[in-house]
């Protein structure tokens, strides 16, 4: 067996203590005599499983009751029209804030549902994030949607934003867990798996308590906060690996010391990477520097003809999954919590070498 160092987008790296984990427990997971997969989701074992990564991850984000904490389907992508359908709550319109391709995303499909004010965004073309003082709030708005942290870009806002008693509402696909956060200052947090939970499948929804309970008519059951809090994310058969796997990733995260120990790491990986980066001038990041991500780190070459070669001999060198997204070029490091620090030390060795044999 010869594992790489995946900087994949997503579906992304897991940790290795994980997937040890869940494959000493495929076949029989304790004494149940089979694999978590084939269990009733309302069984004793599996509710244990559940609960229990429920109450991880209560810990780790130091989620208050107040909130409810979903294990849901549809991707952070259906989070997008649940927001609307689930939020507005009678009011018509809703600020957005626009930092890149996911932003666009979901201010597209909330504009199915409300209207949408562009409360403030980086300007087009740009690789930042608004000031708090140029945002143009709506103090009429059903929620403030943003997304902290912009997977494609690799833009990360450097503050949460104050949006007075309008709830904030965040998609936190690509940053969640990467450190310590005030789930008190939002009304609703979601995040897709893939990235810093888990498997592709499962995506978490954080909400507040009273911001649930009168969706818009209409709204297709399956897409009810409050019919799947009240089931507790099991109106339907929910996604009973992606979730057990998840819990396994909030164990490790415990056993690590939490989202301090992870701050500081994640902190650490992201500053040798951009060091790397502005110390050369053969390699380039064009974000804004006070809105940098610690997870997705774009960076072009100073000669894109070079980009096949780089991703060639990167790959030769264990290092994979590095092309940047196709809107924006050049290569795209993801560098979530399971990535561990000798992956990017690999990986900022492996750039200084090209630099050498071919700038
Ligand atoms: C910030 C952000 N939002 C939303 C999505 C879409 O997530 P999903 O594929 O789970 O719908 C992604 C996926 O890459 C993302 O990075």
């Not at 904030?168 to 867990?177: G, K, Y």
């Not at 009240?230 to 996604?239: D, E, F, I, L, W």
């Not at 997870?295 to 092309?323: I, Q, Y």
Request: charged share 20%; hydrophobic share 40%.
């Amino acid at each position: 067996m010869s594992r790489v160092y995946n900087f994949s987008a997503g579906p992304a790296v897991l940790p290795e203590a994980v997937l040890e984990r869940a494959q000493a427990e495929m076949l029989e997971w304790g004494s149940s005599g089979m694999s978590v997969m084939e269990m009733s989701h309302r069984g004793k074992e599996f509710m244990s499983i559940a609960g229990q990564a429920e109450s991880d991850l209560r810990e780790l984000m130091e989620i208050p009751d107040n909130y409810k904490v979903l294990f849901l389907q549809g991707g952070a992508s259906s989070q997008f029209a649940m927001v609307p359908m689930n939020l507005l709550q009678g009011k018509k319109g809703a600020d957005y804030l626009n930092t890149g391709s996911w932003s666009k995303k979901a201010i597209a499909e909330g504009q199915r549902y409300c209207t949408v004010n562009l409360a403030g965004g980086s300007p087009e073309g740009t690789f930042s994030t608004p000031s708090q003082e140029a945002l143009k709030l709506d103090p009429n708005a059903a929620y403030v949607h943003y997304t902290p942290n912009e997977t494609i870009q690799g833009v990360e806002f450097p503050y949460l934003p104050k949006t007075g008693e309008v709830p904030l509402v965040a998609d936190f696909s690509s940053t969640i867990l990467s450190r310590p956060v005030d789930v008190s200052r939002y009304g609703l947090i979601y995040a897709g798996a893939q990235k810093n939970i888990g498997p592709a499948g499962l995506t978490v929804v954080i909400v507040r308590d009273d911001l649930i309970g009168d969706p818009l008519a209409g709204t297709p059951t399956m897409f009810s906060y409050d019919t799947l809090a009240k089931a507790g994310s099991m109106y339907n058969t929910p996604p009973t690996y992606g979730w057990y796997l998840a819990g396994l990733v909030f164990q490790w995260l415990k056993e690590n010391g939490g989202l301090e120990a992870m701050a500081v790491i994640n902190e650490r990986k992201a500053e040798n990477l951009y060091a790397a980066i502005d110390g050369s001038d053969f390699y380039d990041n064009p974000v804004d520097p006070d809105s940098r991500s610690w997870m997705n780190v774009p960076f072009t070459l100073a000669d894109a003809a070079l980009d096949g070669t780089f991703l060639e001999e990167a790959r030769e060198a264990g290092l994979v999954s590095l092309k940047g997204h196709r809107s924006v070029g050049g290569m795209r490091a993801s560098i979530y919590n399971a990535m561990p620090e000798a992956g990017v030390e690999a990986l900022i060795d492996f750039m200084a070498g090209f630099e050498k044999r071919h700038g």
